[in-house]
């Protein structure tokens, strides 16, 4: 069974099959790529407990920067984010993103109960 959440014409804030749960990408505005992406894991956060997960259950996370320069801010904020031995597999590269002001764009998959 296939469980779509807050659906849209575009897309669906999570969908949920054979207990994976797969986000929607998530950006946020800020000044700085810290900023940034704080505001992106806060909302994954939500995202992670209305589809039943946690930071703990995430199985694979791709990030994409617009700027790889942006690389240690990242990892300044993400590194204190993530549960101690729980680490996801983990994918970082740099794309355009969807607006100029976009710095980094989350794409979370994360097992359920």
Known sequence: ?????ETGERSSKIVKHNGV???TGQVAEG?????Q?????EKIDALLEKAGSSREKM???TIWLADMQDFAGLNE?????VPAGHA???ACGEAKLARPELKVE????AAYE
Request: charged share 25%; hydrophobic share 50%.
């Open 37 to 41: 992406v704080r505001t992106c894991l």
């Open 59 to 61: 199985l694979r996370v």
């Open 77 to 81: 904020v993400w590194n204190t984010w």
């Open 31 to 35: 000044e700085t790529i810290q900023d």
């Open 88 to 90: 996801p597999a983990r």
């Open 21 to 23: 749960a797969y986000l």
């Open 1 to 5: 069974m296939i469980e779509r959440i």
């Open 106 to 109: 989350f794409i979370v998959d």
